[in-house]
């Protein structure tokens, strides 16, 4: 099992909480971003920059990510292609995306972007919270012992 990060949108404490999570569980945590990533020495942790380009992390993302792994990402057609692969996705505001949910989650992204681009406005996300932080890395937690047992 992998962790990939779509980093070019992630919030900088969900990467320290990553970072942390990757050494103490001694899992292979790879950021992507298309922008060079400072990362802590560590033998579990690398950044990858990919070349610019609408949508090039998310597709070398999708490129190397296997079932079983995990990719966090607030990108919900991201989301969607990989967990059509057999992979699981994790917000940064703790939120898992599965087959159950996916779809759902799918439409209505597509409802609101359809909103947003005929001049509705629609406000922006929810603001990054304490509460968002400590959802994220319960959830994470609760991850990486499932699929640590499901690897063994």
């Known amino acids: 099992?992998?962790?990939?990060?779509?980093?070019?949108?992630?919030?900088?404490?969900?990467?320290?909480?990553?970072?942390?999570?990757?050494?103490?569980?001694?899992?292979?945590?790879?950021?992507?971003a298309n922008q060079m990533l400072r990362v802590p020495p560590s033998p579990w942790i690398r950044a990858l920059q990919v070349p610019a380009g609408f949508d090039v992390a998310d597709q070398r993302?999708?490129?190397?990510?296997?079932?079983?792994?995990?990719?966090?990402?607030?990108?919900?057609?991201?989301?969607?292609?990989?967990?059509?692969?057999?992979?699981?996705?994790?917000?940064?505001h703790g939120e898992l995306f599965d087959a159950n949910n996916i779809l759902e989650r799918l439409t209505l992204r597509n409802f609101m972007e359809g909103l947003r681009s005929s001049g509705v406005e629609t406000g922006g996300p929810a603001a990054f919270s304490a509460a968002d932080r400590q959802a994220f890395a319960n959830r994470l937690d609760g991850l990486l012992i499932k699929l640590k047992r499901h690897a063994q």
Request: hydrophobic residues 60%.
């Open 61 to 92: 993302i999708v490129q190397e990510v296997v079932a079983g792994d995990l990719v966090i990402t607030a990108d919900v057609p991201l989301a969607a292609q990989v967990i059509a692969k057999g992979a699981l996705a994790l917000d940064p």
């Open 1 to 32: 099992m992998k962790i990939w990060v779509d980093a070019d949108a992630c919030p900088g404490v969900i990467k320290d909480i990553l970072y942390r999570a990757a050494d103490r569980a001694q899992v292979q945590l790879t950021l992507i």
